[in-house]
């Protein structure tokens, strides 16, 4: 939908200008940051409704993940450490710790999952950043380039 603004070097082309120029240089050079900084909020928008239907999975997983956690840590594995504390003939409170470990470490395994898909669907917000600092380099080469 929005194109993003590029400048090349052979598009600057450094100008001898006078005094009462110096006012309408500065007035178009604002404009065209005014006009980029439009194009990249326009971008990055449509990478963020690009990204919010692929991030429901991730932050799902990483909810998912948290409530197994914390439902590890309450009544469903006490259930588990009594059984193993019968089972291997342990203390109630070294039955009730194995299952504790074992919870927590299928809720770090499904928090993980969440957390790579998370990290995958962000970055797609790396086409923006370029652009944004490919348009910065060019802004700041073409300043650079009318001040010599």
Avoid: H
């Amino acid at each position: 939908m929005a194109d993003q603004a590029t400048v090349t070097r052979d598009e600057i082309q450094p100008e001898s200008s006078s005094i009462g120029d110096v006012g309408d240089n500065f007035a178009s050079v604002a404009a065209d940051l005014v006009r980029l900084a439009d194009l990249q909020l326009r971008m990055m928008v449509i990478d963020l409704r690009k990204s919010s239907v692929q991030t429901t999975t991730g932050v799902t997983l990483i909810v998912a993940g948290m409530l197994t956690i914390g439902g590890a840590c309450a009544v469903g594995l006490a259930a588990l450490g009594w059984a193993l504390a019968d089972a291997w003939s342990l203390s109630p409170g070294g039955g009730m710790a194995l299952a504790a470990v074992a919870g927590a470490g299928l809720g770090v395994v499904v928090i993980y999952g969440g957390l790579r898909a998370l990290k995958a669907t962000l970055g797609i917000f790396r086409r923006s950043g370029t652009e944004f600092r490919r348009n910065f380099d060019g802004i700041k080469r073409s300043v650079a380039g009318s001040i010599n």
